[in-house]
C-alpha cells in the first residue's frame, strides 16, 4: 500500500463543475503540498498544509491532521484547469517528500 | 514569493553524452536541494539530497557514478548525468526548502523542471 493515496486516479468533468480531489496518507507528516503538473511537466507548487484551510483564487485545500486526509476544491472549474494534481507529504519521520500518483483533471469546455 | 529555477526547460542529447542540469533559488538560500526523477506516468521519485558543502545523498537504487551532484552555492544545485542513455529519458524536478525557523518545517519550493531525452 502507498504511503500517499490519492483519489481519483482520473476525472472528468464538465467546465463549471466544482471539482474535489483527495489525498490520504499513512505516515507522520509535516507538511503537505499540492502540486499542478501540465501536460509539458512543468511543475507549479499551489499550497503547503500543516492544519486547516488554504484558498487562492478559485482553488482551496483543506487539511485533516488527524484523520490524516486533505483535499484539493477547484470551485467554477475551466479547461485550463485541465493538469494533474499531485499530493507530496513531507514525512516527520526522515523529512522526505513522497508523492502520490496523481489525479489526471479533464474539464471539458 | 519564493522561486525556484531550473535551466533547461528541456533537452535532447545524443546517448553517450553528459548533460548537467542546474536547480537555482532566486530569492533565498537553500543549504539543502532535492532532485526528483518522474518518468512517463508515474509518480515523481526522489532521487538524491543535495548539500552545500558536503557529498549528497543517494536514494537506494540510484548511481552516484552516474547522476553527479555538486551544490556549488547556497543558491545553486547542479545534477549531471553522465554518459546519458535512452533510459535516462525522464523528467527531472528539484526542490529546495526556506528555512525560516529551524525549530518548524520549512517551506518546500518546487523547481519547473527538466524534460531530458537522451537519442
Known amino acids: 500500500k502507498n504511503e500517499v493515496e490519492q483519489s481519483p486516479q482520473n476525472l472528468t468533468a464538465q467546465e463549471g463543475e466544482f471539482i474535489t480531489i483527495n489525498c490520504s496518507y499513512s505516515?507522520?507528516?509535516?507538511?503537505l503540498h499540492w502540486l499542478q503538473q501540465h501536460p509539458g511537466g512543468g511543475i507549479v507548487s499551489l499550497f503547503m498544509l500543516s492544519s486547516g484551510k488554504k484558498k487562492h483564487g478559485r482553488l482551496i485545500a483543506t487539511i485533516n491532521i488527524q484523520e490524516k486526509h486533505s483535499s484539493l476544491h477547484i470551485t467554477a472549474s475551466h479547461p485550463r484547469d485541465s493538469a494533474v494534481y499531485i499530493c507530496a507529504v513531507r514525512s516527520r519521520r526522515d523529512d522526505k517528500i513522497i508523492f502520490g500518483k496523481g489525479t489526471r483533471l479533464h474539464i471539458l469546455p | 514569493g519564493a522561486v525556484v529555477s531550473q535551466h533547461p526547460s528541456w533537452v535532447i542529447c545524443k546517448s553517450g553524452t553528459s548533460v548537467k542540469i542546474e536547480c537555482r533559488s532566486l530569492d533565498f538560500q537553500a543549504t539543502t536541494m532535492f532532485w526528483y526523477r518522474q518518468f512517463p506516468k508515474q509518480s515523481l521519485m526522489l532521487m538524491a539530497t543535495s548539500n552545500e558543502g558536503s557529498k549528497a545523498t543517494y536514494e537506494q537504487g540510484v548511481e552516484k557514478d552516474k547522476f553527479l551532484i555538486n551544490h556549488a552555492s547556497l543558491t545553486l544545485s547542479t545534477l549531471t548525468v553522465t554518459s546519458a542513455h535512452p533510459e535516462d529519458s525522464s523528467f527531472y524536478i528539484c526542490?529546495?526548502?526556506?528555512?525560516?525557523?529551524?525549530?518548524?518545517?520549512?517551506?518546500?519550493?518546487f523547481g519547473p523542471g527538466t524534460r531530458l531525452t537522451v537519442l
Open positions: 526542490s529546495a526548502p526556506r528555512v525560516r525557523d529551524p525549530r518548524s518545517y520549512n517551506e518546500q519550493f
Open positions: 505516515v507522520g507528516i509535516s507538511a
